[in-house]
């Protein structure tokens, strides 16, 4: 039975090194980048005509903008609407690598950590230099719940700022994790399948059984992919709302 691990190894395709710096074009990089194009192509060629009567490429373009400005909208509020070409370009790319990494032989880079964390980091720093690039000095109020009793803030400030600074990694770890579990789960699954069958034919009888749970967690994995799509952007949403509302 093939390593269930193997599938989330860096492997590099191109070596390139400065010194002790390792910049070389890797299997992640290159799924980043075939993720990357095909978005790009899509978007294009969806929305090049911009006829009338739209059509399915275009019709589904069309949708997926108006999903995620409404998404923007009913999350930050009509000021958060500098905020979404950011958040579309979030959702697409972190949607592309979980969609990618269900074919075979491909890579799951929403499966890395690193991956991950520099997204949930981005979104981090985003609502500290935007919230007091708005609110000045102000921002800072919102470790601060409002009607909060005097003798109370000495208790609530701590667990406000720790709640607020544990925001990137509950973010990354929330995708990665999902996403990694899901693969192993099908990796393995796969491999009794592939077992089970190379076992003469009473093995063909003994695989279907994998196999067709196999497709299921096919299904239930695809589902997953966009839910933990919609869930990192939602909740960047959520939390770059305090860059333009102190206390929502």
Known sequence: MANPIHQFEIQPIIPFEIGNIDLSFTNSA??????AVLSISFLMIASG????????LQMFSEILYEFIAKMVRDNIGSKGRKYFPFIFTLFIFVLMGNLLGLLPYSFTYTSHLAVTGILALIVFF??????????????????????????????????EIISFFIRPITLSVRLFSNIMAGHIVLKVIAGFAAAAVSVKLSGIVIGIFPAMINVVMMMFELLVALIQAYVFAILSCVYLKDSVDLHH
């Open 126 to 159: 985003m609502i500290i230099i935007f919230g007091i690039l708005h609110n000045g000095l102000k921002f800072f109020t919102i470790f601060i719940p409002p009607g909060a009793p005097l003798w109370l803030i000495p208790f609530l400030l701590p667990i």
């Open 49 to 56: 005509k911009k006829a009338m009567v739209p059509g399915r």
């Open 30 to 35: 290159l799924w980043m980048l075939i993720g």
